[in-house]
């Protein structure tokens, strides 16, 4: 059983940067395909980047420059480097690990980014 869990999320001014981290358990982390997704007050949840196990990525437009992302398969852990955030990046953020037709999410994480 796969068990994702978020952790860094906050509070940060306009501008500041957050490091998200995603631990995984199970064995198939360093095969799946890893994201992150986001949630805004009253908007559907959108992908903002994701990882392949070979280490390709793609980035939403909105974020492409700021965010990088990252994962590190020895210790079964992803991450998301957010700088020059704006307050339009405030949302819950969600880890996702997808390996074929099966698909797992965290619990989320609340960024906050105050102008």
């Known amino acids: 059983q796969v068990q994702l869990v978020e952790s860094g999320g906050g509070l940060v001014q306009a501008g500041g940067s957050l490091r998200l981290s995603c631990a995984a358990s199970?064995?198939?982390?360093?095969?799946?395909?890893m994201g992150w997704y986001r949630q805004g007050p009253g908007k559907q949840r959108e992908l903002v980047a994701a990882?392949?196990?070979?280490?390709?990525?793609n980035y939403a437009d909105s974020v492409k420059g700021r965010f990088t992302i990252s994962r590190d398969n020895a210790k079964n852990t992803m991450y998301l480097q957010m700088n020059s955030l704006k307050p339009e990046d405030t949302a819950v953020y969600y880890c996702n690990m997808l390996f074929g037709i099966l698909t797992y999410w965290g619990q989320g994480t609340q960024v906050t980014v105050s102008s």
């Open positions: 990882i392949t196990s070979g280490g390709s990525t």
């Open positions: 199970g064995s198939i982390f360093s095969i799946a395909t």
